[in-house]
């Protein structure tokens, strides 16, 4: 299987404590987004990659979630002292770079987190 | 305050009819707009998009039309299949906002047989 891939898939903690997601994206792809979903609502913009470099990053919810992609490659999310508020499901998603700019990203199935 | 919007939450068709959804936006900066499928326990699937100097995009039974005087766009699907039963949601973004796609909450499809 070359989609998108998260693990883990799902992720039942304790306020306060820190989790951590990754996501392995498609190997020829250079940008790479993470999202976070709500029930009944579409997914929302957390932060972008191209290549090694987060260009994207105003959009986290707060200076408690911070995104890594140290290679290039696989990304991690990381949500210290979680509040129940950051239940959701966390998605990650590829796309390749084109010369026309934005293209159509290739979404994993998403981690979803239970904050209890 | 919702920068893309799909009002319908839910819409029923019959196999072989057409449907359509309909999107919504408020931000005239958008100048790119998609297209997504989304089946239970999957991520979206991206569907088709449109650039806003078009009116029109065809991908098989998928055509996506852009009316940029109102705002709004819409998905046909001709003919639906009982398999287009999943959720739409339609995504805009502007080339000021870099790779920041704004979502819609979604529209469920049920195809009935």
């Known amino acids: 299987d070359t989609g998108v891939s998260q693990d883990p898939r799902h992720k039942i903690t304790k306020r306060g404590q820190n989790v951590t997601f990754r996501c392995d994206p498609i190997s020829e792809h250079n940008r790479l987004y993470w999202y976070r979903q709500t029930l009944g609502q579409g997914p929302e913009f957390l932060t972008y990659f191209q290549n090694e470099a987060q260009l994207e990053k105003s959009r986290l919810l707060s200076d408690r979630f911070s995104a890594e992609r140290p290679k290039g490659s696989f990304s991690t999310l990381e949500i210290q002292r979680t509040e129940q508020g950051d239940s959701a499901m966390y998605l990650c998603?590829?796309?390749?770079?084109?010369?026309?700019?934005?293209?159509?990203?290739?979404f994993g199935p998403g981690t979803r987190l239970t904050v209890l | 305050d919702q920068q893309v919007k799909q009002n319908s939450p839910s819409l029923s068709v019959q196999e072989g009819r057409i449907s359509i959804l309909n999107c919504d936006y408020t931000n005239s900066m958008f100048d790119y707009f998609l297209w997504y499928k989304k089946y239970p326990a999957e991520g979206p699937t991206f569907l088709i998009s449109i650039s806003s100097i078009k009116d029109k995009n065809e991908d098989g039974r998928f055509t996506v039309f852009l009316n940029k005087s109102a705002k709004h766009l819409s998905l046909h699907i001709v003919p639906s299949q009982p398999g287009d039963s999943a959720v739409y949601f339609c995504a805009a973004s502007a080339l000021d906002y870099g790779q920041n796609f704004v979502f819609g909450p979604g529209t469920r499809l049920s195809v009935l047989p």
């Open positions: 998603a590829s796309s390749p770079w084109t010369s026309g700019g934005r293209v159509g990203q290739y």
